[in-house]
């Protein structure tokens, strides 16, 4: 049972252009999230998070949504840059303020050509 | 900046041998946990610590895995026999109050 789904393993953007990763989730409990950038033999590094009182966070050419109502968030980056290259996790919680653990999707992994 | 130091980077172990991880997290963060990650996949909790106490440790394969943070602060990730199947990332990861985990660099274990 994926709790946490990222539906596209791959995407490639140009150097420029917006990217957009998608995730949808099943559990309408969970109230935090996150997305962790991940290179090839490197831990996961922490971009943004969301909690599930708001519906957008932005954070530099990093922005987050969340739509409650369709299970679905999303992370986009503008403008795309190479260094963006990597293995993109969304991550889920039920437990904000008790640092429960996370459920991650399968991860996407984006190359930005340039 | 404070990060979560996990050693060794690369081990490499033939079936049925022994095996340990270490891990030290963010000075202060009361909050520990070992995750696995399979090639491929998203990391998967393996377990959880609140200080020196155990709060999750439902997927453990118990009769191989053992884990431990006696004082609180660092601790160790056990595999006794390692099998085929344990080839993976062992991440570790810690927080504080908060939900956001900051994760290591993790151990990369490759069984023969």
């Known amino acids: 049972d994926q709790q946490v789904k990222q539906n596209s393993p791959s995407l490639s953007v140009q150097e420029g252009r917006i990217s957009i990763l998608n995730c949808d989730y099943t559990?309408?409990?969970?109230?935090?999230f996150l997305w962790y950038k991940k290179y090839p033999a490197e831990g996961p590094t922490f971009l943004i998070s969301?909690?599930?009182?708001?519906d957008k966070n932005e954070d530099g050419r990093f922005t987050v949504f969340l739509n409650k109502s369709a299970k679905h968030l999303s992370l986009h980056i503008v403008p795309s840059q190479p260094g963006d290259s990597a293995v993109y996790f969304c991550?889920?919680?039920?437990?904000?303020?008790?640092?429960?653990?996370?459920?991650f999707g399968q991860g996407t992994e984006l190359s930005v050509k340039p | 900046e404070a990060e979560v130091a996990q050693s060794p980077r690369y081990k490499i172990t033939e079936k049925s041998q022994a095996v340990a991880f270490w891990c030290d997290p963010i000075?202060?963060?009361?909050?520990l946990y070992w995750y696995r990650q399979i090639l491929g996949q998203g990391p998967e909790l393996l377990v959880q610590f609140q200080d020196e106490s155990v709060v999750d440790d439902s997927q453990l394969p118990k009769d191989r895995f053992s884990a431990e943070r006696l004082k609180g602060v660092d601790s160790t990730l056990k595999i006794q026999p390692a099998e085929l199947g344990d080839s993976a990332m062992y991440l570790c990861?810690?927080?504080?109050?908060?939900?956001?985990?900051?994760f290591g660099p993790g151990t990369r274990l490759l069984v023969l």
């Open positions: 969301i909690s599930s009182i708001k």
């Open positions: 991550a889920a919680s039920t437990t904000y303020n008790q640092g429960g653990k996370l459920i």
């Open positions: 559990n309408s409990m969970f109230d935090y």
């Open positions: 000075s202060g963060h009361a909050t």
């Open positions: 990861a810690s927080s504080s109050t908060a939900a956001t985990q900051y």
